[in-house]
Each structure stands twice: as structure tokens, then as C-alpha cells.
């Protein structure tokens, strides 16, 4: 008898590639994710730890490396500038101040004030209690050499640029009166 021959059998597949591959691009990403969390944590600790809040003095304070930013409200006669006489307060003055590892300032410090008197009036007596180093720049198409908010058409400013600092005062006829915006910019003297 004879034998028949054994049927040829199909050579057994190759080896199936690892996926390990996947399982190390899974796991870098996934510890990317966790570092640039752990970076975003230590950042935000750094950062609060240096931000103080003072409430009774109205005030808040940034502490970093290179210097701190103060932002504050303050008394309007703080700006240096004369304020016209009857005016009222609108608002508090606003002080922003940076004050750089070596102690030098710079700051930006603003004050509105409202009148019922008249443009004319009020224009008048900052034409003569400011100093020469004032200039004065009407413009009636509010085109002037500084923009101030609320400043329109029709306004007046005076504005000082001199050795680090720009003072300005700036008038503008408004429904309810005259409002008057006092600021300073520039350099300060350490406290």
C-alpha cells in the first residue's frame, strides 16, 4: 500500500510585530501631561505667595524677581497737581507703581475731579496756576497730543514733559459740568 503524501501545510505566520512602540509614546504623553500640571502648580504657589492683598489701605502688591507692582486707590491730592477750587472728587485716585530690585519707581497716578463752573472759567484759572513748563493743547477735533478717557471734543489739556515725567490736565465739558482728569507718569520718589 502505498502512503499518500502529506498535503503541504502553510509555513506558520511570522511573528506579529510588538506594539511596545505604542505603549512608549502612551506613557511619554502621559508623563508630559503630568510634568507641565506639576510645572502650572509650582508656578501659580510661586505667584500667590508673592500677591498681597491689604484691604484697609486699599491696595495690592505683586512680588516677583525683578521688582513688584503696587496697584492702589489714593487720595486725589497725592497726584501733585493743583485741583481746581470747589471741585469734587468723581472717584478715588488710582495709583500703579513698579518698583524695580534697586529701589528706582515708576509709576502712572490719576485723579477726576467734576465743577458746575465753565470751561472758560476753569481753562482760565490752569492757565495761570501752572507753571511754564506746561503746555496747553486744544484741539477741537479731540486730535491733541494725549488722550485722556472722556476727554472730547472741545477739551483742553495741559501737559508737562519733562526729565522722566509727563504731568497733564486735562478739561472736558461734559452734560452735568466741567470734568477734570490730573495725572502723573513717570518716575517717583522712593517712600
Sequence with gaps: MSTAPAPLQAP??????????????????GALVVLVILSGLFIAGSFIRGVRVD???????????????????????DVGLPVYPGSTPIESG?????????????????A??????????????????????????????????????????GGVAYVSDHNDLVRFVAIS??????????GRIGSQEPQ
Design 112 to 153: 477726576h475731579y467734576r465743577t458746575a463752573d465753565d470751561m472758560q472759567k476753569v481753562d482760565a484759572w490752569y492757565r495761570t496756576h501752572l507753571g511754564p513748563e506746561f503746555e496747553r493743547d486744544a484741539k477741537s477735533a479731540g486730535e491733541g497730543k494725549i488722550r485722556v478717557r472722556g476727554v472730547t471734543r
Design 12 to 29: 506558520p505566520p511570522p511573528p506579529r510585530a510588538s506594539s511596545n512602540w505604542i505603549w512608549w509614546l502612551l506613557g511619554g504623553a
Design 94 to 110: 488710582g495709583n500703579v507703581t513698579w518698583t524695580t530690585p534697586g529701589d528706582d519707581r515708576v509709576g502712572i497716578m490719576a
Design 173 to 182: 465739558k461734559k452734560a452735568h459740568g466741567v470734568e477734570i482728569a490730573l
Design 55 to 77: 484691604q484697609k489701605r486699599r491696595q495690592v502688591e505683586m512680588r516677583t524677581p525683578a521688582g513688584s507692582l503696587t496697584v492702589e486707590k489714593t487720595d486725589v491730592r
